[in-house]
């Protein structure tokens, strides 16, 4: 049986795929956290726990409510939106006008809350939530097995980051969007409404998370900490790719989610690490990331 | 970032003779082990309070120098069985060039990016110590010996053992206090108020920042140091980024940017926890982040400076 540098093929593309699932959350989460930046100037520490419930709505609503999978990927975004409307406009709109460390504090706070919750209720060992029956089961490529749920996961990660591409490059919202990132007064004077499109943009970004919560449910186990392990990563990768452009953030997501399979495979010790080490070694050679602009 | 100027420029001899007094009394009235946590964390947030309150700094991984001062203290006075003035020395300076490599590269990015830099460079830390293998993985170091302090003190005492904390904690505690009042510190706090001007006035804004990063994080090991070895104990826990966050809120709760708001941060989380641990079990991470989120909301100033708020507000009505 043939083998390459060392790996048989099947182990190999198993765990390339698998990255590429892992990436394209990292792409989806930190391009969340790039647009709700860009319009509310607020890093989203509540990202992660953002993803924890979506993944535990859907949980809930299938053992619970008996709500399938394809309701709760709709059903979970709507929720955490709501909520998320709430927390805009009870909270984070308070502090628009304060250093932009304290919404920084503020989400870190609301994380600790959701994390407690559901540590209460669940423990951390993990729920696990079943594929549903029509992605069940896999094809054969010759070359490995695709199970279809994963090839799924990755298509509709990738199809929500070029929705949002599209609406925010390519849409007269998003035009509107990109100048109030730029000159909110302006915007306003103009006669629209700045302070909504900001709750809108919390919320959207916020579902988005969710999603990406409903999607990663049955690859990996629903549990409370699953969410702070992610937006950790996925500020690295922020800080690698920059924030300045959307696509930078899909590309800086998929490479890293690729590189960190590749190191699974050839060097399983540093799997857990190599982004963060790639942060570093980006911070020495370019330190605005791989797309962003020198401030 | 956000708080008031050095407030009143007076002798600070008499905050100093109180805090001795109250100190060398306090073990008689209150359980010594508590106190002792009290300080470490105390002095833990004093050094973070350097950094956030003074230079406008949030390091979001200031346990990774908290829990690496406590794991080599824990190496070098368990595995090398050296006495326990040795393994603060090494844990306190060892974390200092720990923040030397992290403040290097974090000060290379401002402001929101600085915060997420420190975090992540902390969760590489911890990764390691989970894998290493001479930190214990999931158990930490346990049973590091507390030993005889220069071969003479007994620090199995807990009453010996709270007055060199004491001591360590004043110690600390005098040098962040004469290096805010210096005028490196005046030129710390420029920075914080008006970066561009510091640079254009010709300071080399980077060397200053760096220079109160390392100092910060030599702090922050020192603390940890002591924590091993009054608790015998270098754990996981003391490099967890939850660690980094209750720094922040100590500091916050107590009053960012004040000389004696981290300590009284310190005094009131680690009374809060010890109180509600028995009452609430794992509800006490809800509390704490709902304490967060009020303080963010309507408690800025912090328990500090509302008093001094307080104070001055009454001073100018009369």
Redesign the interface.
């Given at each position: 049986m043939s083998t390459i540098f060392g790996v048989a093929p099947q182990m190999l593309f198993g765990q390339l795929l698998l990255g590429l699932i892992n990436g394209s959350f990292y792409a989806v989460l930190s391009l969340g956290l790039a647009v709700i930046?860009g319009m509310l100037n607020i890093?989203n520490f509540a990202h992660g726990a953002q993803y924890m419930i979506g993944a535990f709505v859907a949980w809930i609503g299938l053992t619970v409510f008996g709500v399938n999978y394809w309701a709760a990927l709709v059903l979970a975004p709507l929720l955490v939106a709501l909520l998320s409307v709430l927390i805009e406009r009870l909270?984070l709109r308070?502090?628009y006008q304060?250093?932009?460390?304290?919404g920084?504090?503020?989400t870190?706070?609301?994380?600790?809350?959701?994390?407690?919750?559901f540590?209460?209720y669940y423990g951390v060992s993990g729920e696990s939530y079943d594929v549903p029956e029509q992605l069940q089961g896999g094809v054969n490529l010759g070359f490995m097995f695709l199970p279809l749920y994963r090839a799924w996961v990755v298509l509709a990660a990738l199809s929500v980051c070029f929705a949002v591409w599209f609406a925010i490059e390519r849409t007269r919202l998003g035009a509107t969007l990109r100048a109030s990132t730029q000159r909110p007064d302006l915007v306003q004077a103009l006669g629209i409404n700045v302070p909504l499109l900001m709750t809108l943009t919390y919320a959207a970004g916020a579902g988005l998370a969710a999603f990406a919560g409903v999607l990663a449910a049955p690859v990996i186990q629903v549990n409370p900490l699953m969410g702070?392990h992610l937006i950790?990563?996925v500020?690295?990768v922020?800080?690698i790719g920059g924030m300045g452009s959307i696509l930078g953030s899909i590309v800086t997501g998929l490479g890293l989610g690729l590189i960190e399979a590749l190191t699974k495979v050839y060097y399983p010790?540093a799997s857990?690490?190599v982004i963060?080490?790639i942060?570093?070694i980006v911070?020495?050679v370019r330190?605005?990331g791989l797309f962003g602009r020198q401030? | 970032m956000m708080s008031q100027g050095a407030g009143a420029r007076g002798s600070s001899a008499p905050m100093f003779a109180a805090l001795i007094v109250v100190g060398l009394v306090a073990p008689f009235l209150v359980y010594p082990t508590f106190l002792m946590k009290v300080l470490c964390f105390a002095l833990f947030a004093s050094a973070f309070n350097l950094l956030l309150g003074y230079v406008g700094l949030l390091s979001f991984g200031h346990a990774a120098f908290f829990g690496f001062g406590a794991y080599v203290c824990g190496y070098v006075c368990k595995s090398l069985g050296a006495p326990p003035e040795a393994g603060i020395l090494a844990g306190t300076l060892l974390a200092g060039a720990l923040g030397a490599m992290f403040g290097a590269l974090a000060i290379r990015r401002s402001g929101i990016y600085f915060a997420m830099i420190t975090l992540a460079l902390a969760q590489l830390v911890y990764f390691i110590e989970v894998e290493a293998p001479f930190t214990g993985g999931e158990d930490g170091l346990q049973g590091i010996p507390r030993g005889h302090l220069f071969g003479l003190i007994d620090l199995s005492n807990n009453l010996a053992m709270y007055y060199l904390v004491l001591a360590i904690f004043l110690a600390g505690f005098w040098l962040i206090h004469r290096t805010i009042q210096s005028p490196f510190g005046q030129i710390l706090k420029a920075i914080r108020e008006n970066e561009p001007r510091a640079i254009s006035l010709g300071y080399a804004v980077d060397r200053y920042k760096l220079l109160a990063f390392v100092l910060s994080a030599t702090l922050a090991g020192l603390a940890g140091a002591t924590k091993a070895i009054v608790f015998q104990l270098a754990s996981l826990t003391d490099a967890h980024w939850h660690t980094s966050g209750e720094v922040v809120l100590m500091t916050l709760l107590g009053g960012l940017g004040t000389v004696l708001g981290p300590s009284v941060g310190a005094l009131t989380i680690t009374g809060l926890e010890s109180v509600l641990a028995d009452k609430v079990g794992s509800w006490v991470t809800v509390i704490m982040g709902g304490i967060f989120v009020v303080c963010v909301l309507v408690f800025r100033r912090g328990i500090v400076g509302e008093l001094r708020a307080l104070r001055l507000g009454r001073r100018s009505q009369a």
């Open positions: 930046f890093i909270m308070r502090l304060l250093d932009h460390l304290y920084l504090l503020l870190f706070g609301l994380a600790l809350i959701a994390e407690g919750v540590r209460n702070s950790i990563v500020f690295a922020v800080v010790e857990g690490v963060f080490l942060m570093v911070l020495m330190p605005a401030a | -």
